[in-house]
């Protein structure tokens, strides 16, 4: 029996969202899973570094602004 993550794999740099928790809707940046592969640190717009389980994170819908041109 397999046991697949339906978690995204994540990259550094891949813009996200919040997608669950109490603060669904944060734009940010992955920067890295945690020791505990269940959670991830990722970079939040106002720049703050902010740890969030990675099962709540999805690609984000639109560019960032300012993060690429």
Same mark, same amino acid.
Do not use: C
């Given at each position: ?6 978690? !995204?794999?994540?990259? %550094?740099?891949? %813009? &996200? ?14 920067? +890295? ?9 990722? +970079?939040? +717009?106002?720049?703050?570094? +902010?740890?969030? !389980?990675? &099962? ?8 960032? !602004?300012?993060?690429?041109?």
């Amino acid at each position: 029996m397999s046991t697949q993550s339906t978690v !995204p794999a994540f990259r %550094e740099g891949d %813009e &996200i969202v919040l997608a669950g928790g109490s603060n669904q809707g944060t734009l940010g940046i992955f920067l +890295r899973l945690k020791e505990d592969t269940n959670w991830a640190d990722i +970079r939040e +717009r106002n720049g703050a570094i +902010r740890s969030h !389980p990675v &099962i709540w994170l999805a690609y984000g819908a639109k560019p960032i !602004p300012g993060s690429a041109n």
